[in-house]
Structure formats: structure tokens, C-alpha cells
């Protein structure tokens, strides 16, 4: 399904029904696919709303240089349109992110975070690089129909447009730690203690930050832990 949002059409998929309303974002350089093998698990007795963010997926780019509170927005004007109030948001790395801003500026239920950088991380390795080292520690990703394979990786940056490199510096450089402080609703970060791109050390620091969270760490697990003990995930999401 399109909608269009600030002059940009965004995908999305809406299905299940229930009383709670999970809101699922990507990682930069992913689409839906990615958190589908949680929304599928949920569809029971949830409505599951899964976003390509602007930029993925089958979503159109922005058409000018977005910072994170645009993408806040244009999530939140999605949501207005499809009569969602107060989300459970579950976000996994840029999609993360984009959830602690959210959730510092709307009301939500509850807030689920995989390997969420709030801060600049000092990076060594060349996104390629140790985006593809990740995906090779991550078993289940064989498991999934060879989506992910396409959709992470080796061609992600290099190919990407020039208003999307720039948007992506934009992001790596922005701290909302202050914005972080402000977030009131309870809230579980899942982390790999491997993550070598976002190091479980941010799951403390966020702990310390929001009133109420409380960090999982997933013992030898990388940045995509959500996905490599899928099945400890989605317990821990239906526990919480």
C-alpha cells in the first residue's frame, strides 16, 4: 500500500487486528522484509503496520536533504492517516533511531529497540564492510528466502543516490541524547554483545537515560541479534 507524505510516496503493509498496534522500522539500506519475521508472529492478535522508510524498499526518496525529525514526522503523519494512536514502536538499528525521536516527541505504548544508535559512533570499518561481516554470523538470514542477501550489504552505500548519502551523514552525526531523556513509556533494548556497529555499551548508556528500560543482551550476537535468536525475540516481545 502507497500513501503519500510530504510529497513522497511511502510503502507500508497493514494487516491484523487487535487492540495494540505494532509499528515495525528498518535499518538504513533495508525494507520491510527484514522485520517481517517478527510482524508475521503477531498478526494474531495485533495490527501490524511494517514501513519502507523514505529512501527503501519500494518507497520514493525525499526530495530534499531529510534530517531524523523528518522522517518523525512523516511517520507520524502516516499513522495519523491510518487512525493509529499511541504504537508500540519496534525499531532495529536507523529504524531504532528514528523510534527514540519519536517516542521523545508522540505518545507510545511501548518502545522495542535492536541495536539503536542515539549518538556518533566512531566507525573503523567501511559500512560495506562490516555490514557484510555481520550478515555472515547470521544464520537465520538463509532462512528467509534470500531477501535480506538483496537488500544488505556490498551495493547499499556505493549505490546510493547522493541525497541519500547525504541524509545518512546527517544521521550518523546527529546525538539526541538530550531528546532521549524525554522519553516517558516503558522500554526493552534488545543488543548483540558483538554488535560492532552500534557496541552493546549504548543499550547501558540508553538504560540510564529512559525512566523505564531495561537492557537483553544477546551473548555472542552481532547487530542483527534480533534475527539470529528470532525465536528468544519474538517471547521476549510478547513477555514485555
Known amino acids: 500500500m502507497i500513501k503519500t507524505i510530504n510529497n513522497v510516496s511511502v510503502n ?10 505494532l509499528v515495525l522500522l528498518h535499518g538504513w539500506g533495508q525494507n520491510i522484509d527484514m522485520m517481517k519475521p517478527i510482524g508475521n508472529k503477531f498478526k494474531k ?17 525525499p526530495t ?16 495519523d492517516k491510518l487512525k493509529v ?4 514502536l519496534i525499531g532495529h538499528s536507523f529504524g531504532g533511531k528514528i523510534s527514540l525521536l519519536y517516542a521523545s516527541m508522540y505518545k507510545v505504548e511501548k518502545l522495542v529497540l535492536f541495536g539503536s544508535p542515539f549518538k556518533q559512533e566512531i566507525k573503523k570499518l567501511s ?17 528467509l528466502e534470500g531477501f535480506a542477501k538483496k537488500h ?17 551523514v546527517e544521521h550518523v552525526n546527529l546525538d539526541i541524547t538530550e531528546e532521549v531523556k524525554k522519553i516517558k513509556c ?11 556497529e552500534v557496541p552493546i555499551e549504548r543499550a547501558y548508556e540508553l538504560e540510564k537515560l529512559i525512566d523505564d528500560a531495561a537492557v537483553i543482551p544477546y551473548e555472542g550476537c552481532t547487530h542483527y541479534a534480533y534475527l539470529e535468536r528470532i525465536d528468544q525475540t519474538i517471547n521476549i516481545i510478547k513477555n514485555f
Open 45 to 61: 492478535n495485533n495490527r501490524v503496520i511494517i514501513i519502507d522508510l523514505p529512501g527503501f524498499g519500494m518507497s520514493e526518496e
Open 186 to 196: 516503558s522500554t526493552l533494548l534488545v543488543w548483540g554483545t558483538m554488535d560492532q
Open 12 to 21: 507500508y503493509i497493514d494487516f491484523g487486528e487487535g487492540d495494540n498496534t
Open 152 to 168: 544488505i550489504g556490498s551495493t547499499d552505500y556505493r549505490q546510493a543516490s547522493d541525497t541519500m548519502r547525504k541524509i545518512l
Open 127 to 143: 559500512m560495506k564492510t562490516k555490514i557484510l561481516k555481520s550478515l555472515k554470523k547470521v544464520p537465520v538470514i538463509n532462512k
Open 85 to 88: 494512536e499511541n504504537p508500540i
Open 64 to 79: 530534499y536533504i531529510w534530517n531524523l525529525k523528518d522522517y518523525v514526522i512523516c511517520i507520524k503523519e502516516l499513522l
